[in-house]
């Protein structure tokens, strides 16, 4: 009978710091943007990541795919939309978060 390798989560391969620095920079930036009328926050994912950058200017090897946080907001009952520019295109990647009232009923 052979053991189960316990599952390592994304985040629990992150350097210490990380995750907190990160979740907090999307709530602050979430609650800057968000948009009564239309229950939705327009977030560029550069802001995102200057922020965190700012809040540990002592890390270099910041790796972009530590912004990939939009299942820890799922789970919280928020509406996730990632957007990027494709080759042809020159707008700036953003996420969209949608606050889904009805999740937790």
Do not use: C
Request: no cysteine; glycine share 2%.
């Amino acid at each position: 009978m052979s053991k189960t390798e316990p599952t390592i989560s994304f985040i629990d391969t992150l350097p210490d710091g990380v995750y907190d620095v990160i979740i907090t920079s999307f709530n602050d930036l979430i609650t800057k943007n968000y948009s009564e009328p239309d229950s939705r926050s327009h977030i560029p994912l550069n802001d995102v990541v200057n922020m965190a950058k700012s809040s540990m200017p002592s890390r270099k090897d910041w790796n972009m795919k530590w912004f990939n946080m939009e299942d820890e907001y799922r789970r919280k009952g928020w509406k996730v939309k990632y957007h990027r520019p494709e080759q042809d295109e020159s707008y700036e990647a953003f996420v969209i978060f949608f606050k889904d009232f009805y999740a937790d009923i």
